[in-house]
């Protein structure tokens, strides 16, 4: 069992940036593609990036590409979302997930999720 915890999210102007971490228990963390999705109100819940194992393959929704960035510490079990000029439109709540699987922008293919951390960006 993999459980999954986020922070880091809070209240932002646009063109602002936040850090997101999810730490996740467990030793065996480097087994696990891990992906972050994000629901906002009245909304689905929608892929946001995505990251292998090792790190070395990253993958993005096209409308945070080239503004957000997703990584990983192996040594700290945590990932990580790097949002910068941050637009109202990204106000969600983000979630962390976990797969054994390759990296998916389907959330059916993750395993475990966190609770979610809320995102608000004030035009």
């Known amino acids: 069992q993999v459980q999954l915890v986020e922070s880091g999210g809070g209240l932002v102007q646009a063109g602002g940036s936040l850090r997101l971490s999810c730490a996740t228990s467990?030793?065996?963390?480097?087994?696990?593609?891990m992906g972050w999705f994000r629901q906002a109100p009245g909304k689905e819940r929608e892929f946001v990036a995505a990251?292998?194992?090792?790190?070395?393959?990253?993958y993005y929704a096209g409308s945070v590409k080239g503004r957000f960035t997703i990584s990983r510490d192996n040594a700290k079990n945590t990932v990580y979302l790097q949002m910068n000029s941050l637009k109202p439109e990204d106000t969600a709540n983000y979630y962390c997930?976990?797969?054994?699987?390759?990296?998916?922008?389907?959330?059916?293919?993750?395993?475990?999720w966190g609770q979610g951390t809320q995102v608000t960006v004030s035009s």
């Open positions: 997930a976990a797969t054994v699987g390759n990296m998916d922008t389907r959330e059916d293919e993750y395993d475990y």
């Open positions: 467990g030793r065996t963390f480097r087994s696990y593609t």
């Open positions: 990251i292998s194992w090792s790190g070395g393959s990253t």
